[in-house]
């Protein structure tokens, strides 16, 4: 596999359930990250890892727990979610950071529906 | 108002036509990446930019620091380039983007 994966790609869970998301990089990449994209919205930033160190955390709520085991691994642990947390769930990796900005490199997404 | 404005909206196309979208931003920024997506949800960075002018195949960016304001084009379009173009700036911390809403674009035959 190349580039960045995800899987799921669909997901449809209940306010009650428990699921995870989860992200590979295959790129030798030490940054990892989490977007969220509502319809007609634009893209948010929800998560960023640094050589597996939460670097930020965009106000997201507690429903949400990310976890970065290491560079090349990312999840995003789902509870108790909403209906408005539906929407598509992106990862993206990039060099790390050192105060200079790279390329991101997106996965295909995670589309999710929450009953 | 959001940080990141993208202009138009939506734009509907022929195929072989030129094709200028545009994004302005209210914030300093350290570059401006410009990325499209392809229905379905997968999202490929197209440019990333901080000076000047990039080309690559038939994409061009182009921006303008003192203006806050940047353009892509796309010369002869074709129905391939259908996609939504999204443009989105980093700002401070490095890692972190502010996007625009996007620009729908449809190319016909």
């Known amino acids: 596999e190349t580039g960045v994966t995800q899987t799921p790609r669909h997901l449809v869970m209940g306010m009650t359930n428990k699921k995870s998301l989860k992200c590979e990089q295959h790129?030798?990449?030490?940054?990892m990250y989490w977007y969220k994209q509502s319809a007609k919205k634009p893209l948010e930033l929800m998560f960023v890892y640094n050589f597996k160190e939460q670097t930020e955390n965009n106000s997201v709520p507690s429903r949400f727990s990310p976890e970065c085991p290491n560079s090349s691994h990312l999840f995003l642990h789902l509870h108790t979610l909403q209906p408005e947390d539906s929407a598509l769930y992106l990862c993206?990796?990039?060099?790390?950071?050192?105060?200079?900005?790279?390329?991101?490199?997106f996965g295909p997404g995670t589309r999710l529906t929450v009953t | 108002k959001n940080e990141v404005e993208q202009s138009p909206q939506n734009l509907t196309a022929q195929e072989g036509e030129f094709i200028t979208i545009n994004c302005s931003y209210s914030?300093?920024?350290?570059?401006l990446h410009w990325l499209q997506q392809h229905p379905g949800g997968g999202i490929v960075s197209l440019f990333m930019?901080?000076?000047g002018k990039k080309k690559h195949g038939r994409l061009i960016a182009t921006i303008n620091i003192q203006e806050k304001h940047s353009s892509l084009h796309i010369t002869a379009s074709h129905p391939r380039d259908s996609a939504v173009y999204i443009c989105a700036v980093s700002t401070g911390t490095a890692s972190k983007l502010t996007f625009g809403t996007g620009t729908r674009l449809q190319v016909t035959l």
């Open positions: 790129l030798g990449h030490n940054a």
């Open positions: 993206a990796s990039s060099h790390g950071l050192a105060g200079d900005t790279y390329e991101q490199y």
């Open positions: 914030v300093g920024i350290s570059a």
């Open positions: 930019l901080s000076s």
